[in-house]
T-cell receptor, first 115, second 113 residues
Framework: DAEITQSPRHKITETGRQVTLACHQTWNHNNMFWYRQDLGHGLRLIHYSYGVQDTNKGEVSDGYSVSRSNTEDLPLTLESAASSQTSVYFC??????????????FGEGSRLTVL | AQSVTQLGSHVSVSEGALVLLRCNYSSSVPPYLFWYVQYPNQGLQLLLKYTTGATLVKGINGFEAEFKKSETSFHLTKPSAHMSDAAEYFCAVSRSNDYKLSFGAGTTVTVRA
């Protein structure tokens, strides 16, 4: 079955270190998204991509970057981790095109703690 | 810009009682509307969605929601709560010409025996 996987599922790091969270999907979806989940805020969009070599900033993109070199992967990089980036991160994907109904398929999340 | 407001961050119901979760949206164009559920330590799963057509939408696990354009609402209901319904529920909205979803803050449902 097609799926979307995130790694690592749990990570503890120190302030100032670079961290990369991986996201891999096997649905061949054009669209991929990174959200962070924090209590009281729901899910907030960090970055998204509508295809290879396409990346866009979401509402909370400061301190994060992404790259899309192929259809399957959208890694999220924290260039210099800050305590405010302690959160649970979710990757999601969706099909695009004229039949798009907007449904997102989510990974199981990556819990990041920045000390 | 579009936003989603979920009224009540926490709802507690008795097993067998009605579950009602409220969602209001603001959108300048006709939206697509979604309810997702998140069980502990898991990702989000789609419960149901409204895109076009019938305004009463049925989803999985006995849930349904009604799109009311005049009230800009998309409330989620289930006639009889089950212990397995304990989870966090998110309302989300997107525009028909946009692939991004905007999420509400979420409502945690607790089911009492």
């Amino acid at each position: 079955d097609a799926e979307i996987t995130q790694s690592p599922r749990h990570k503890i790091t120190e302030t100032g270190r670079q961290v990369t969270l991986a996201c891999h999907q096997t649905w061949n979806h054009n669209n991929m998204f990174w959200y962070r989940q924090d209590l009281g805020h729901g899910l907030r969009l960090i970055h998204y991509s509508y295809g290879v070599q396409d990346t866009n900033k979401g509402e909370v993109s400061d301190g994060y970057s992404v790259s899309r070199s192929n259809t399957e992967d959208l890694p999220l990089t924290l260039e210099s981790a800050a305590s405010s980036q302690t959160s649970v991160y979710f990757c999601a994907s969706s099909d695009g095109g004229s039949l798009n109904t907007g449904e997102l398929f989510f990974g199981e999340g990556s819990r990041l703690t920045v000390l | 810009a579009q936003s989603v407001t979920q009224l009540g961050s926490h709802v507690s119901v008795s097993e067998g009682a009605l579950v009602l979760l409220r969602c209001n949206y603001s959108s300048s164009v006709p939206p697509y509307l979604f309810w997702y559920v998140q069980y502990p330590n898991q990702g989000l799963q789609l419960l149901l969605k409204y895109t076009t057509g019938a305004t009463l939408v049925k989803g999985i696990n006995g849930f349904e929601a009604e799109f009311k354009k005049s009230e800009t609402s998309f409330h989620l209901t289930k006639p009889s709560a089950h212990m397995s319904d304990a989870a966090e529920y998110f309302c989300a909205v997107s525009r028909s010409n946009d692939y991004k979803l905007s999420f509400g803050a979420g409502t945690t449902v607790t089911v009492r025996a």
